[in-house]
């Protein structure tokens, strides 16, 4: 949409978002108001270079050690590094 509509029509007053929509929310609050093409591009950027490895990594036990002995089946370390990382700056 932001390719498409004029520029006006795609600012934002509220942002919210749910599971993966508050991460693109949090990470567009971090863009002014006019920037949302840099928003677009970045964002996508992000997510291109998204996969399992980025975002869970197997627990030394395996799925056993984090049903027994975590709180998730998988150790979600490398999503939390991957957000701290990107909105950091």
């Known amino acids: 949409m932001i390719d498409l509509l004029p520029p006006i029509e795609t600012q934002y007053d ?15 609050s971090t ?15 992000v997510w291109h270079s998204v996969n399992f490895s980025t975002v869970f990594k197997m627990w030394p036990g ?17 999503l939390s590094d991957l957000i701290h990382s990107k909105l950091a700056g």
Do not use: C, W
């Open 14 to 28: 509220v942002i919210s978002g749910i599971s993966v929509g508050s991460l693109n929310g949090a990470t567009f």
């Open 31 to 45: 863009f002014a108001k006019g920037e949302e093409k840099d928003f677009k591009e970045f964002v996508m950027d």
């Open 62 to 78: 395996g799925i056993e050690e984090g049903v027994y002995n975590r709180s998730a089946f998988v150790d979600n370390t490398p």
